[in-house]
C-alpha cells in the first residue's frame, strides 16, 4: 500500500541545479529514514543521500558539497537539492523509505549535458 512518488527530474547544463522531490503515502506513521539512491547507464545502483527521522544526513562522497537532502513538513517527504550538477550525476534517480522494510519509487530521470 505503500506508493513513492518522485518529481523534478530532467535536463540540465553541467553546472546548473535541479531539485527532486518525493512524497510517500500509504499506511506508514513516520519512516525512520528516507533517501535518494541512483543508477546510471551501466552502473550499479549507489547510495546518494538519507536523512534520519532524527536529521542525520549522510551523503555519498561525489556528491558532498554539492547536494542536500532534507525532509518537508508534511509527513514522509524528502527533498534533493543538486547543485553544481555534472556529467556524472547522470541517471535514474529513487526515493527509498525505510519503514519494517525497504520501500521504492519508480525514479526520475536526471540528465546532465556540456
Known amino acids: 500500500q505503500v506508493q513513492l512518488v518522485e518529481s523534478g527530474g530532467g535536463l540540465a547544463q553541467a553546472g546548473g541545479s535541479l531539485r527532486l522531490s518525493c512524497a510517500a503515502s500509504?499506511?506508514?506513521?513516520?519512516?525512520?529514514?528516507m533517501g535518494w539512491y541512483r543508477q546510471a547507464p551501466g552502473k550499479q545502483r549507489e547510495l546518494v543521500a538519507t536523512?534520519?527521522?532524527?536529521?542525520?544526513?549522510n551523503y555519498v562522497d561525489s556528491v558532498k558539497g554539492r547536494f542536500t537532502i532534507s525532509r518537508g513538513n508534511a509527513k514522509n517527504t524528502v527533498y534533493l537539492q543538486m547543485n553544481s550538477l555534472k556529467l556524472e550525476d547522470t541517471g535514474v534517480y529513487y526515493c527509498n523509505l525505510e519503514y519494517g522494510r525497504d520501500y521504492w519509487g519508480k525514479g526520475t530521470l536526471v540528465t546532465v549535458s556540456s
Open positions: 500509504g499506511l506508514i506513521f513516520s519512516a525512520n529514514a
Open positions: 536523512i534520519t527521522i532524527s536529521g542525520r544526513t
